[in-house]
């Protein structure tokens, strides 16, 4: 059985307090400590076991910061995602667009959560080389033949990610704006530019004045109010880490 540690409060761990946290787990030496702290928010650590996990809750604790350790399997689980390549909006509803074009409304009250950041990916690719060897057959027979070669590299990409969750955690909607197609800006009207950044920006606004009671992430509000650059995640798994972490808390709140 695998835990987690999640953080209580909503202001983030200094690093040094996370770096002390981690070297409480058995084993982990402060080099791996400071690596493992780097950026981390919210969702603290995974795939610890019990003891592991309480040593570090109580080393937190111990300096003054609220940790609580969960069963991993009690996280609520990302939706599957349905990529958009265009949307539209009214004063009532997003208007969502299907493979077929098809306008979709959902209504601004059943956004639950939106988020957004400047996400280091990887992607793995496969650069393939082709090559011709002669063979030797039976009887002394020669032939060619022509034998590909596979060699696997990793490159790394900041992409603009935006996720909109729908109430009850069913359905999530994804942008990656450095991939789409222009079109997907078509909302913005007169106000569109030929600048990525200020695009996504604009659109993002656009959301979050229509959804004053959606909740957000880091990203999503650094860019709220004068932000000019999305907030930086080191790995998607922090991004999306978060956004893990902000629906377990607002799944914790008692309804009012």
């Known amino acids: 059985m695998a835990f987690v540690v999640m953080q209580q409060g909503l202001e983030a761990p200094s690093l040094a307090q996370l770096q002390k946290g981690f070297q409480a787990i058995p084993g982990m030496v402060a080099y791996d400590a400071i690596a493992a702290a780097r950026d981390c928010f919210g969702l603290l650590a ?27 399997t009690a996280l609520p689980v990302l939706p599957e995602s349905r990529m958009l390549h265009r949307l539209d909006y009214t004063k009532e509803a997003l208007v969502i667009y299907d493979p077929l074009d098809r306008g979709i409304p959902l209504p601004w009250e059943n956004i639950l959560l939106i988020a957004a950041g400047n996400v280091r990916m990887v992607e793995f690719k496969d650069i393939q080389t082709e090559r011709k060897i002669n063979l030797s057959g039976v009887r002394a027979i ?115």
């Open 142 to 256: 020669s032939f060619t033949t022509t034998v590909t070669d596979h060699n696997f590299t990793q490159k790394y990409a900041d992409e603009l990610l935006l996720e909109i969750i729908v109430t009850g955690g069913t359905l999530r909607y994804t942008i990656n704006a450095s991939k789409c197609p222009p079109t997907i800006f078509n909302s913005l009207g007169v106000r569109r530019t030929r600048d990525l950044a200020t695009n996504f920006k604009l659109l993002l606004r656009d959301l979050l004045q229509h959804t004053p009671n959606a909740a957000t992430n880091r990203g999503a509000e650094s860019l709220r109010e004068d932000g000019h650059t999305a907030f930086h995640y080191r790995s998607k798994t922090l991004f999306y880490d978060e956004i893990i972490w902000i629906l377990w808390k607002m799944a914790s709140v008692p309804p009012s």
């Open 46 to 72: 995974r795939g610890l076991d019990l003891e592991h996990a309480t040593a570090m809750k109580n080393s937190l604790a111990e300096q003054k910061f609220a940790a609580e350790v969960i069963d991993e």
